[in-house]
């Protein structure tokens, strides 16, 4: 089952729990499970064992077994890296790829950058995710009490479905590595949280907080959350009051991005042509919706038709349900679905990614999370017999015994750190001057062997994945990729390539024959070449 049937699932499981509700309201009473237990009611003993388990507590065990890992996502390559060059410039010695200004990743270059001067990579990924996944333990776990979710519940939602699928499109997600958007959920969970009970100070302290360290994930999710308080019918004055607090207590950060990318990106003559680079070919993924006309892209397609079906249940969840708190759940959610289609509308239309370059679709992760909740809250509105709910954790905890094991089975090999360098990284690093450039020669624009600069400590000549944060430095990453195409298609380019830039050696996964090349070494199918005329260069 995909996860387009799955959803459409979830989202059918949801609307026929609420029509049913919606007609028998009155009809189905609290029925207490009788605690004086006979031989056969011991079967039901581990599963109230389990759901007494304070649910942060099992929350973390639940991401620790399913996600824990000490091994590098290529993000996490890129991230640690930027991260280190920002806090110590000498990582790696003039390094044009890493060196930029933190811009929107300010708060993860202060977090990873000064963490790295005393942790390996390896030590971080680890630690920082023990971190982020005791935040979303706290967080979530109160999210899931307001929807009343068990234990075992939660545990069989994770790892049959939501796990798999945290976002219907734009390949979002809410959990994995650790990164900016791994410190910003969590503390927009909790509010998230605080908004739905109305405590909008604590809420707005976490919301500025979140928004710190994932600048788009806070202003996005604000657009949204602004829409609720307007249907809500709050009064004008204390959305402004609260709005103001918001933009009070980010005012500093917000002034540093509004040089770093708005002001010293105006300055850039071909922005558009920069822009529709960054956003169809870096990251259409992301960012694209449409090919052509108002065909869906494969990378959305399967997504948007789960997500009206859930569009569809959480609007029946909001004009049939009568509790108060299933009402707002479903409101806020109306409201993101609401930020997301308008999204889709303006894409269409947004000839060079200027507008979509902001990645509109990042709160379709949200809107899956709000899925699940709402789904589970509707359900316990339905079954409220509690010997049943006991019978159906019974169901899932048999269901999760096998699934569960097999995560706990590969645990020892994720967390074992991965500190295999390659015989050619090995060599580059060992018997190359530092502050040496590497070009990577019959890759295209691709990347290859995504740790070698971090593993070497030499920068390469451009990398399509190192993309800037937002700020000036677009122009300069553009052009050299520009460069690289070029040189891709007529090697003898690259002569006149070195006239601007700083290339030192070639590595490439084919023979090279030219006169202005020497061949140093060879492994893992790849050969070093050396410009002849840097024989002789000091650095």
């Known amino acids: ?56 507590l099992f929350l973390f065990f639940l991401l620790a077994v399913a996600l824990l ?130 405590r909008f100070t604590a809420a707005v302290v976490l919301h500025a907080l979140a928004t710190f360290f994932h600048v788009l994930i806070g202003f996005w999710f604000a657009l949204s959350l602004g829409l609720f308080l307007l249907i809500k019918k709050y009064p004008i004055k204390t959305i402004f009051k609260y709005s ?41 993924h992301h960012v694209c919706p449409f090919t052509e006309g108002f065909t869906l892209s494969d990378a959305f397609k399967q997504g948007v038709y789960g997500g009206l079906f859930l569009f569809g249940a959480t609007l029946s969840s909001f004009f049939l349900t009568k509790n108060k708190k299933l009402k707002d759940i479903s409101l806020l959610a109306i409201c993101i679905y609401i930020q997301l289609l308008t999204s889709f509308f303006i894409a269409r239309f947004d000839q060079y990614g200027g507008f979509i370059k902001y990645l509109p679709f990042r709160q379709g992760s949200l809107a899956v999370l709000f899925g699940v909740l709402i789904l589970s809250y509707a359900i316990k509105e339905v079954v409220k017999n509690s010997r049943v709910l006991l019978s159906l954790n019974t169901v899932f905890l048999v269901l999760l015994i096998l699934p569960v094991w097999d995560h706990i089975k590969q645990m020892p090999e994720r967390l074992v750190p991965d500190t295999t360098v390659l015989d050619i990284e090995a060599y580059v690093r060992d018997h190359t001057p530092p502050g040496s450039v590497i070009y990577f020669h019959g890759f295209g624009l691709r990347d290859a062997i995504h740790e070698f600069s971090r593993k070497t400590r030499r920068d390469k000549f451009v990398s399509l994945l190192v993309s800037p944060s937002g700020t000036a430095k677009f122009e300069d990453w553009y052009t050299r990729l520009n460069v690289k195409y070029k040189i891709e298609k007529d090697f003898l380019l690259i002569n006149k390539a070195r006239e601007r830039y700083r290339i030192d050696y070639v590595l490439s996964n084919t023979k090279l024959n030219y006169n202005f090349l020497t061949f140093i070494y060879e492994a893992n199918n790849l050969k070093l070449y050396k410009f002849v005329e840097s024989e002789n260069t000091s650095y």
């Open 69 to 198: 890992s000490s091994h590098l996502t290529q993000n996490e390559e890129t991230v640690f890296a930027t991260a280190l060059q920002w806090a110590d410039p000498q990582f790696i010695l003039n390094s044009s790829v890493f060196t930029e200004p933190a811009g929107a990743r300010l708060g993860i270059n202060i977090v990873a950058g000064y963490a790295l001067k005393i942790l390996t990579f390896e030590q971080l990924a680890l630690c920082g995710r023990i971190v982020s996944y005791v935040l979303y333990a706290f967080s979530l776990s109160k999210l899931f009490k307001m929807a009343r979710l068990k234990n075992l519940e939660i545990a069989f939602i994770f790892i049959f479905y939501y796990l798999g699928c945290q976002s219907l499109f734009a390949a979002e997600w809410l959990y994995g590595g650790f990164e900016s958007k791994t410190i910003a959920y969590p503390f927009l969970f909790l509010a998230i949280y605080y908004y739905l009970q109305e």
């Open 244 to 284: 103001g607090l918001y933009l009070l207590i980010l005012s500093p950060f917000l002034a540093y991005l509004i040089k770093v990318i708005f002001l010293d990106m105006s300055v850039v003559d071909n922005i558009d042509e920069i822009n529709y680079f960054y956003t169809h070919k870096r990251i259409p």
């Open 1 to 56: 089952m995909d996860n387009f049937e799955k959803t459409a699932a979830i989202a059918l499981i949801t609307l026929v729990s609420l029509i049913f509700a919606h007609f028998k309201r009155g009809t189905a009473e609290e029925k207490p499970f009788n605690h004086n237990k006979t031989t056969a009611d011991l079967i039901f003993v581990p599963v109230e064992v389990i759901n007494k388990i304070p649910g942060p």
